[in-house]
Nanobody, 124 residues
Framework: QVQLVESGGGLVQAGGSLRLSCAAS????????MGWFRQAPGKEREFMAG????????YYADSVKGRFTISRDNAKQSMWLQMNSLKPEDTAIYYC?????????????????WGQGTQVTVSS
């Protein structure tokens, strides 16, 4: 049974940092492209960051480029999202996702498995 579990969310002041974690089980982690998405109330789930199978290639949404860093460790079956210089508009539920599909990594339809999400709230 495939399971992705996020952790590390919480409440932080604007300008602060958080590090989200995603732990995978039931999959051969290294076979999956991994991504982070977020969904704010009343909005669509949007792509934040993605990382290739070996961790050598990363891709970011313009809104987080330079502030967020995605990384993974295949031996630990884990992925992280370091979030710095957080802004109130970063407030959302953050999801990790795994994909073996071809197609744009920014599209949520191209991901096979999802975690349950972790809440990030940034106060002003």
């Amino acid at each position: 049974q495939v399971q992705l579990v996020e952790s590390g969310g919480g409440l932080v002041q604007a300008g602060g940092s958080l590090r989200l974690s995603c732990a995978a089980s039931g999959v051969t982690f290294s076979n999956y492209y991994m991504g982070w998405f977020r969904q704010a109330p009343g909005k669509e789930r949007e792509f934040m960051a993605g990382i290739g199978w070996s961790g050598g290639r990363t891709y970011y949404a313009d809104s987080v480029k330079g502030r967020f860093t995605i990384s993974r460790d295949n031996a630990k079956q884990s992925m992280w999202l370091q979030m710095n210089s957080l802004k109130p508009e970063d407030t959302a539920i953050y999801y990790c996702a795994a994909s073996q599909r071809l197609g744009p990594v920014t599209m949520k339809q191209n991901y096979d498995y999802w975690g349950q999400g972790t809440q990030v709230t940034v106060s002003s």
